[in-house]
């Protein structure tokens, strides 16, 4: 039984021991859960697996983050991790193929727009949400700055900060508007006015960036965002 100072998280993506952002993530909740004096659990759980994966058995879980590494294995699964995290209102975190991911589910769940979909996944996707970036930033670094009084879990972001990247795809700009007021709208944008994070207003922690914020933990640094994850998974939720 996990203990009131324990939060437990659930990775879900196809684990890959090279892959930088994947050694990031356990660093990264380990900082967090050193500043907060908690203990912070993990468990990967494989994108294949997820339409497998009971509701009980995510229901385990405080909070859900949707990793890097895609394309996915099962972008089905990934999908419905997220529209489990959504629509319970379980703090969700996705960071690069997870913001990505996050798009398409809103737009096909929320939206109505059943054929969303991801141009790596699909080159031939009429309605590609997530398209190739003019520009990759793959291991880039880029400026970022966020909307004013974007606070998720009370914690206050900087105005701008450096963000870290290994990124081929983002929102196609076709599809911006969608995005830029409702529910789940964009909250930070590159200094070239390209969307870079989203949130949903209407749940307790619904937050995507297209960076990746857990590289931070590489220099022994706690990203302000892993922060607040972390953080909201231990507020009380249905």
């Keep these: 039984m996990p203990q009131p100072n324990t939060a437990r998280i659930a990775l879900i993506g196809d684990f890959g021991a090279a892959i930088t952002a994947h050694q990031a993530i356990p660093l990264a909740l380990a900082l967090a859960a050193k500043a907060q004096g908690i203990t912070v659990d993990h468990e990967w759980i494989a994108t294949e ?3 497998h994966v009971t509701h009980d058995r995510l229901a385990a879980f405080d909070g859900i983050w949707c990793v890097p590494g ?3 294995r ?3 699964g990934a999908l419905a991790a997220i529209a489990y995290a ?3 209102a379980i703090p969700y975190l996705g960071t690069c193929g997870g913001y990505q991911h996050a798009l398409i589910e809103y737009a096909r769940n929320v939206l109505g727009m059943a054929d969303a979909d991801h141009a790596e996944s699909n080159p031939g996707s009429t309605r590609p949400i997530v398209s190739a970036l003019a520009c990759a930033l793959v291991e880039a670094n880029n400026r970022v700055r966020f909307a004013p009084g974007f606070a998720p879990a009370g914690l206050v972001m900087p105005s701008e900060m450096t963000a870290r990247y290994r990124c081929s795809y983002g929102l196609n700009p076709d599809f911006a ?3 830029a007021q409702g529910d789940l709208r964009i909250v930070a944008h ?3 006015g390209i969307p870079q994070a989203i949130a949903l207003d209407s ?3 619904f937050v995507g960036t297209a960076y990746q914020p857990e590289r931070d933990a590489l220099a022994d640094e706690l990203n302000p965002l892993i922060d607040a994850f972390v953080r ?3 507020a009380p939720h249905p």
Excluded: K
Aim: aromatic share 12%; charged share 15%; net charge neutral.
């Design 49 to 51: 697996t997820v339409g």
């Design 70 to 72: 895609s394309p996915y």
């Design 74 to 76: 099962n972008m089905d």
């Design 86 to 88: 959504r629509t319970r």
């Design 177 to 179: 508007h969608l995005f």
């Design 190 to 192: 590159d200094t070239n």
């Design 203 to 205: 749940h307790p922690f």
């Design 232 to 234: 909201a998974t231990l």
